[in-house]
């Protein structure tokens, strides 16, 4: 049974860092899927933060991130991270990691049967 698994996630202070991991296990072929982070803050809408491709390894960053946040795959491990860095308060939300179609304007999850989602990690940026 496919699934995705985030961590890394935590409590750290304005500026500071923190990677995020999301792994898949029991893919047959983790590398043919491209995969997307996602982000919901209490009260606000659920936003793409940063998705990768399997074809081309490209990548798609929003602006409220870009520059900060980095997203990279490493296809034996199975696992993509997501290293944030100069983080600021209002990046605090859970992060989810999802198979996705990582367009131009962002990671879009189309839910289907073959599509995962992950079940979240909490990262707090608070002084």
């Known amino acids: 049974q496919e699934q995705l698994v985030e961590s890394g996630g935590g409590l750290v202070q304005p500026g500071g860092s923190l990677r995020l991991s999301c792994v898949g296990s029991?893919?047959?072929?983790?590398?043919?899927?491209?995969i997307g982070w996602f982000r919901q803050a209490p009260g606000k809408e659920r936003e793409g933060v940063s998705c990768?491709?399997?074809?081309?390894?490209?990548?798609y960053y929003a602006d409220s991130v870009k520059g900060r946040f980095t997203i990279s795959r490493n296809n034996a491990e199975n696992t993509v991270y997501l290293q944030m860095n100069s983080l600021k308060p209002e990046d605090s939300a859970i992060y989810y990691c999802?198979?996705?179609?990582?367009?131009?304007?962002?990671?879009?999850?189309?839910?289907?049967?073959?599509?995962?989602w992950g079940q979240g990690t909490q990262v707090t940026v608070s002084s």
């Open positions: 999802a198979t996705v179609d990582c367009q131009p304007s962002g990671p879009h999850y189309s839910a289907t049967p073959y599509d995962y």
């Open positions: 029991g893919f047959p072929s983790f590398f043919h899927y491209t």
């Open positions: 990768i491709r399997s074809t081309d390894g490209g990548t």
